[in-house]
């Protein structure tokens, strides 16, 4: 079956750490994309990539990075300065340029005590 | 940068009544507003949507207004199921191509049986 699959459901860190978040999808999309989640707030763009190898910065990407080697993955690396990182992480992808189409993951819930 | 608003929060309702989700937006060149259902421990996924040319537009039970010289727009659900229930976003943004959409904050709807 096709789809995008993010992994773990669940992840926990101490603080300080970096951790990496997985992301991986067979729909033959070329665009990606990262959101993070937050209790009473929309979604919110952390980095997007629209073709391997080329990202973008979000609206929220400081202390986080990306790299996008392959067309099927896009992990996202949270890293120690990102002062609050603990939110629920969600990825998707689309065709190019088509965000509001973008079939979404089910989210990694990252918890850094 | 874009501010979406939607409200309400949440929002409880019988089994077989209407519901009505409302959002607000600021930036007048917005042309495509899609609406997102995000169930328990899932991504959100695209219900539907509208463009700037059209007033209204209808799927089953679900339909979506739009009035942009107030900058504002709803999602209707008649006849609500239980299976209505999740949380509910609106978005917004320049063009269906574009590759960023401004999120509301989400709207939990239950559906009491």
């Known amino acids: 079956d096709g789809g995008i699959t993010q992994s773990p459901k669940y992840l926990f860190r101490k603080e300080g750490q970096n951790v990496t978040l997985s992301c991986e999808q067979n729909?033959?999309?070329?665009?990606m994309y990262w959101y993070r989640q937050d209790p009473g707030q929309g979604l919110r763009l952390i980095y997007y990539s629209q073709i391997v190898n080329d990202f973008q910065k979000g609206d929220i990407a400081e202390g986080y990075s990306v790299s996008r080697e392959k067309k099927e993955s896009f992990p996202l690396t949270v890293t120690s300065a990102q002062k609050n990182p603990t939110a629920f992480y969600l990825c998707?992808?689309?065709?190019?340029?088509?965000?509001?189409?973008?079939?979404f993951g089910q989210g990694t819930r990252l918890t850094v005590v | 940068g874009e501010n979406v608003e939607q409200h309400p929060s949440t929002l409880s309702v019988q089994e077989g009544d209407s519901a009505v989700i409302k959002c607000t937006y600021s930036?007048?060149?917005?042309?495509?507003f899609p609406w997102y259902k995000q169930e328990l421990g899932k991504g959100p996924q695209l219900i539907i949507d509208i463009r700037s040319n059209v007033g209204e537009k209808k799927d089953q039970r679900i339909a979506v207004t739009l009035n942009k010289t107030a900058k504002h727009f709803s999602l209707h659900i008649t006849e609500t199921q239980p299976e209505d229930s999740a949380v509910y976003f609106c978005a917004n943004g320049r063009k269906i191509t574009g590759n960023q959409f401004y999120f509301g904050t989400g709207t939990s709807l239950t559906v009491i049986p």
């Open positions: 729909l033959n999309h070329d665009a």
């Open positions: 930036d007048s060149a917005s042309n495509y």
């Open positions: 998707a992808s689309s065709i190019r340029g088509r965000v509001a189409e973008a079939f």
